[in-house]
């Protein structure tokens, strides 16, 4: 199968089909020829699903213990890894198809990092250029992810107060990031009853767009094909998952990491750092706080917020305590409510999992609501974001090209 680069990664284009066996796919894999052997990949790899001896070519042999993050692809600095799919050939066909009322659907982090593929510092906030350049692509509509974020905060928070005031099992654990539900249910399956049972933010964006959306601008949900624009490799896998079909009709047609939507940018000419500003659409292209869902800590943040709210009848503000262990990589934040101390946390990065997840077993986890997020840091450091500068001059000199 052909491949191109792709922000500096190797990619396939090979169009994924949701009737492919997703317990078999691979979504990265590494190039035997290019590998070194330094071992680097699988310092980062949480479940140990790299083999390899120093010296000599990794390979990754059993889907299964993969939880398709991506980190092994952003960290090597041979740029040995590529990535096996990409619907980047169909969303362009469908982009030129007038039949086709097209919705992106930007995930929260994204807005901070495009610029990093248009030589922009890290963290420059494109918001409304972001929305400038989607509509310059030819999408209909941007029924933003945020606005998603705060929806899965009002089913999670209701689901939270509902397992609090009947003195149900907690803590309550989140859903949104899909490595992590799929590391809980392969190497944690004891948990699964504490997890929320709220779909992720895209999940919610997809089904709104076809139902609630598609009512509102008498849309016929067949001809409505909706591209999430995400910081994650793992997001494609979720995309594909059978659950998320309705009525024979995909929620997520179609997954763009940052670096491919970049590239589809590049392609058409379009500098975002030269966009107008753009408008958010009135429908579902506004958030309260679902922004914070780009950062590690920000699930938490927001929820606690929430159920502040909620039970307080008052905003959470500075009488909060948050505190951040960085040895553990967990984050904390507590806060008196109606007369007791809740307590809640977040899991920065899937290597730390194991043992988080052995406390809960215990008994022994001192939270009410865990946030867990694969990638260090959360979204903002996902498998789909451009490569680090200091990364990205290393695959380069690796290469001898530049792209
Ligand atoms: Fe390991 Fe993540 Fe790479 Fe899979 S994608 S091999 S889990 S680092
Ligand atoms: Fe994807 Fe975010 Fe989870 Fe990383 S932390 S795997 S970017 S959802």
């Given at each position: 199968m052909d491949r191109i680069v792709?922000?500096?990664?190797?990619?396939?284009?090979?169009?994924?089909?949701?009737?492919?066996?997703?317990?078999?796919?691979l979504f990265v894999q590494v190039d035997q020829a290019k590998c070194t052997g330094c071992c680097i990949c699988m310092e980062y790899c949480p479940t140990a699903a790299i083999y390899g001896e120093t010296g000599l070519a990794h390979t990754i042999v059993h889907p299964e213990p993969c939880l398709h993050c991506g980190m092994c692809l952003t960290h090597c600095p041979q740029g040995a890894f590529h990535e096996k799919f990409s619907w980047l050939p169909e969303v362009e066909k469908r982009l030129e198809d007038s039949s086709q009322i097209m919705i992106a659907m930007p995930a929260p982090s994204i807005r901070y990092t495009l610029g990093e593929a248009f030589g922009l510092p890290p963290g420059r906030n494109l918001q409304e250029k972001m929305l400038a350049a989607i509509a310059r692509l030819g999408f209909d509509h941007c029924w933003d992810t945020e606005f998603a974020a705060d929806v899965t905060i009002w089913e999670e928070g209701g689901e939270f107060l509902h397992k609090l005031k009947n003195g149900m099992a907690l803590p309550l654990l989140s859903s949104c990031c899909p490595s992590w539900v799929r590391y809980m249910e392969t190497f944690q399956p004891a948990?699964?009853?504490?997890?929320?049972?709220?779909?992720?933010?895209?999940?919610?964006n997809g089904r709104l767009a076809k139902t609630y959306g598609a009512q509102r601008y008498g849309?016929?949900?067949?001809?409505?094909?909706?591209?999430?624009?995400?910081?994650?490799?793992?997001?494609?896998?979720?995309?594909?998952?059978?659950?998320?079909?309705?009525?024979?009709?995909?929620?997520?047609?179609?997954?763009?990491?940052?670096?491919?939507?970049?590239?589809l940018l590049q392609k058409r000419n379009i500098d975002v750092n030269n966009m107008p500003h753009g408008i958010a659409d009135t429908l579902m292209g506004e958030s309260a706080c679902g922004t914070l869902f780009g950062i590690g800590g920000g699930v938490m943040e927001t929820l606690a917020r929430y159920v502040h709210k909620a039970l307080c009848g008052k905003e959470l503000q500075n009488q909060a305590t948050r505190r951040l262990d960085r040895a553990s990589g967990i984050a904390e934040l507590s806060f008196e409510c109606c007369g007791q101390t809740l307590r809640m946390a977040a899991v920065r990065g899937a290597d730390k999992f194991a043992a988080i997840c052995e406390q809960i077993l215990k008994g022994q986890s001192p939270w009410?609501?865990?946030?867990?997020?694969?990638?260090p840091g959360g979204c903002i450091n996902g498998g789909g974001q451009p490569l680090l500068p200091s990364l990205r001059n290393t695959v380069l000199l690796g290469r001898g090209s530049a792209q």
């Open positions: 792709i922000g500096h990664i190797e990619q396939e284009m090979t169009v994924p089909t949701p009737d492919m066996d997703l317990d078999q796919k948990l699964v009853d504490l997890c929320s049972t709220v779909k992720s933010p895209i999940a919610i849309y016929d949900p067949e001809n409505m094909y909706t591209v999430a624009i995400m910081p994650c490799l793992s997001k494609k896998y979720e995309a594909l998952m059978p659950a998320l079909e309705n009525n024979g009709l995909r929620d997520i047609d179609a997954v763009l990491t940052v670096r491919e939507f970049a590239w009410h609501f865990i946030e867990f997020m694969a990638c």
